[in-house]
């Protein structure tokens, strides 16, 4: 009996493809292995359709296929709906879209290239796909399928090999596979035994990975060069004391408190979170700001420690400098950029850098040429709201220095990443290819309310230290600060709405790994060939046409 001719199979079919997505994602259901299963109902409804030609069957299938991913976004990230009701059903309802628009041409190259091309097509789709979600206007690469392994490190250690996106190319492998074996038995008639080359292929696919994960040492770094870092976690409301409640000396004082129930004579870096200290400085004039002088005298005090903490800042431009897209203007003509702004302050100065990874519609307004009068519509989280200006390169900050490329050193080169650029893979390695080697994650994650928003955060952070082997500070305002190992331990994690500071030695390392080398290789070829076979299918339906019409004459 075909799956199909039921009137609410389908719907049956899709939603359970949104459920087995959605539930099997970090601190939502944490069952990544339904994520090997789900897409197979979508591609047997998809088969289905197709074969029996129902009436509008295309526009059915793409419908279908929206509402498996719309509930896999809902699912995954409804907490987002605690920093804006409007920002999620915007995240939620245009990932999906996006999502089903590329199912749809798994469809369409089907429909015109046959099942077998198709399905080759799909390890293009997808995985290129993902690639340029990390890179366009509409960038949102949180459900990145890649990522559902993030609380399960111990079997993705290749990751340093692959990145995020040989989870992905792992997922939808086997979900193809199982799903030809699938079609096979309940369509073609076959029997089990008759495919046994195929369920070897399939086994081999999935366990393959895990036994490769398990045979890779992970690294020892115990006898290379340490440093000491104090973690702050200064747990201030963001809705009602960071942006208005408590002033920015109050905030600087009650940071440097908490840092000193910490402090030993062989602490190096106090790292506190973003928007640490959230009034707008001028970079020109940074040091004529009475929060920032607290800090400069607590430095001075104690000549080993270096500050690294996240500041809310601006810079205006002269005449002759050249305006960028993001400046803003005064009502009298000036033009300056506001910036989400890391700054690392000790005895020989201020180094900044500027968050480039900005969150959409808060810090950053999608295809802004076109859409800059609407610039003022960007979703208010206090601080600086609108496009943000960015810095052009990841920076390395030093005890000395900030540097554009790997500094001649073998003390602590921390990588600055601020917040949302942890989940950007390849931009995090660039810190690590520039030297960078160790890493600080400064985050606030205290807009999500105690979601599965901030635990997924500090997942993917450990991604990122399995991808560049690095160790990594993390401290955010609150949620989960703590000490992240290069195979993906966190250590001394704090806990939720909590005031707090940790203590811990990061250890440095210098070696690039093969992700940090190549990056997401991976990505880059399935963008190509998708884009060949996009193009081949719009000559076969061109050609297919120009036939139809001849024949018709």
Request: charged share 20%.
């Amino acid at each position: 009996m075909s799956l199909s001719v039921r009137k609410y199979q389908p719907l049956l079919f899709s939603t359970l493809s949104g459920l087995l997505l959605g539930f099997s994602w970090p601190e939502i259901g944490n069952f990544p292995w339904l994520m090997f299963f789900a897409f197979i109902p979508l591609l047997l409804l998809e088969y289905e359709m197709r074969n029996l030609k129902i009436k509008r069957f295309s526009t059915k299938i793409f419908l279908h296929a929206w509402w498996a991913f719309f509930l896999f976004n809902l699912i995954t990230t409804w907490w987002i709906y605690f920093a804006s009701g409007a920002g999620m059903v915007l995240a939620v309802v245009l990932n999906s879209l996006i999502m089903a628009l590329v199912f749809w041409l798994y469809h369409k190259t089907a429909l015109h290239l046959g099942e077998y091309k198709a399905l080759y097509s799909l390890f293009f789709y997808w995985l290129g796909f993902e690639w340029v979600h990390y890179h366009w206007e509409l960038s949102w690469p949180w459900l990145s399928f890649g990522n559902v392994f993030a609380n399960s490190e111990n079997i993705i250690q290749w990751y340093e090999y692959t990145g995020v996106l040989g989870g992905s190319l792992w997922i939808v492998a086997v979900n193809v596979f199982l799903f030809v074996l699938l079609k096979r038995i309940i369509y073609q008639k076959q029997k089990v035994t008759q495919n046994i080359p195929l369920l070897l292929l399939i086994l081999t696919t999935f366990i393959a990975p895990i036994i490769i994960s398990f045979s890779i040492k992970k690294p020892d770094l115990s006898k290379n060069e340490k440093i000491e870092v104090v973690i702050v976690q200064p747990n201030i409301d963001p809705y009602n004391e960071k942006f208005g409640g408590l002033t920015d000396v109050e905030q600087a004082q009650e940071i440097i408190r908490l840092a000193q129930t910490k402090l030993t004579p062989e602490t190096e870096f106090i790292i506190a979170p973003e928007t640490a200290l959230p009034r707008g400085y001028n970079e020109e004039h940074i040091t004529d700001y009475e929060a920032i002088n607290i800090l400069k005298e607590f430095v001075n005090s104690h000549p080993k420690i270096s500050f690294l903490i996240g500041i809310s800042s601006y810079k205006f431009y002269e005449p002759f400098e050249e305006i960028p897209e993001t400046a803003r203007q005064t009502p009298d003509g000036d033009y300056y950029d506001s910036f989400n702004t890391a700054m690392l302050l000790n005895k020989n100065g201020i180094q900044l850098y500027h968050k480039s990874k900005l969150v959409l519609g808060v810090e950053r307004l999608p295809f802004s040429w076109i859409l800059k009068p609407l610039e003022n519509l960007a979703i208010d989280l206090g601080g600086t709201t609108g496009t943000l200006g960015v810095s052009e390169h990841p920076y390395i900050f030093t005890e000395n220095k900030t540097y554009l490329t790997p500094p001649d050193t073998n003390k602590a080169a921390f990588g600055p990443v601020i917040c949302y650029e942890s989940v950007y893979g390849e931009y995090f390695s660039e810190f690590a290819k520039r030297g960078a080697n160790v890493m600080a994650i400064i985050t606030n994650d205290g807009w999500w309310d105690d979601t599965p928003g901030y635990k997924q955060h500090l997942a993917y952070a450990k991604l990122r230290a399995i991808e560049t082997r690095r160790y990594i500070a993390r401290s955010a305002n609150t949620g989960i600060s703590a000490i992240i190992t290069p195979s993906g331990k966190v250590e001394q994690p704090t806990g939720w709405w909590v005031k707090a500071a940790i203590r811990g030695n990061l250890y440095l390392n210098n070696r690039p790994t093969f992700y940090i080398i190549y990056g997401d290789i991976i990505g880059r070829l399935a963008a190509f060939l998708a884009s060949i076979m996009i193009a081949y299918v719009i000559a076969r339906k061109l050609n297919t046409t120009q036939q139809r019409l001849k024949m018709e004459r």
